[in-house]
C-alpha cells in the first residue's frame, strides 16, 4: 500500500499565489503519472495538471498559463504552483497517483486527503 499527503492550501486573495504539495510513501517501486484535481462546491471533480515520468504535463484550460506542475521523482513528490489565483478557483484539491508498488506488480491509483483552496477577498 502506498499513501499521499498533501499540504499548502489555504486562504488567498484573488491574483494571489499558493504552493501545494504532495508526497507518496510507502511500498512505492515506480510513480507513472501524478497530478492534482479539485472539486469545487456542488460541481463535479475535475482535472487539473498531469504530470508523468517524462516530465511530460497537461493542464485544464482554465489554469494554462496560470498553474504549473512538477515532480521530485527522488522525492516521489509532486507540487503545484499557482499564481493570478481566481475566485473560481476555490475548490478542495487532491492529490493523485498511479503507483506500482512492486516490480511485477500492477499499478493502483491512489488519492490524497484533499486540502482546501479558497481565493477571496
Known amino acids: 500500500q502506498a499513501q499521499l499527503v498533501e499540504s499548502g492550501g489555504g486562504l488567498v486573495q484573488p491574483g494571489g499565489s499558493l504552493r501545494l504539495s504532495c508526497t507518496a510513501s510507502?511500498?512505492?517501486?515506480?510513480?507513472?503519472?501524478m497530478a492534482w484535481y479539485r472539486q469545487a462546491p456542488g460541481k463535479q471533480r475535475e482535472l487539473v495538471a498531469t504530470i508523468r515520468s517524462g516530465d511530460n504535463t497537461i493542464y485544464a484550460d482554465s489554469v494554462k498559463g496560470r498553474f504549473t506542475i512538477s515532480r521530485d521523482n527522488a522525492k516521489n513528490t509532486v507540487v503545484l504552483q499557482m499564481q493570478s489565483l481566481k475566485a473560481e478557483d476555490t475548490a478542495v484539491y487532491y492529490c493523485?497517483?498511479?503507483?506500482?508498488?512492486?516490480?511485477?506488480?500492477?499499478?493502483?491509483?491512489?488519492w490524497g486527503q484533499g486540502t482546501q483552496v479558497t481565493v477571496s477577498s
Open positions: 493523485n497517483a498511479a503507483i506500482k508498488n512492486w516490480i511485477g506488480g500492477g499499478v493502483h491509483e491512489y
Open positions: 510507502g511500498s512505492i517501486f515506480s510513480i507513472n503519472v
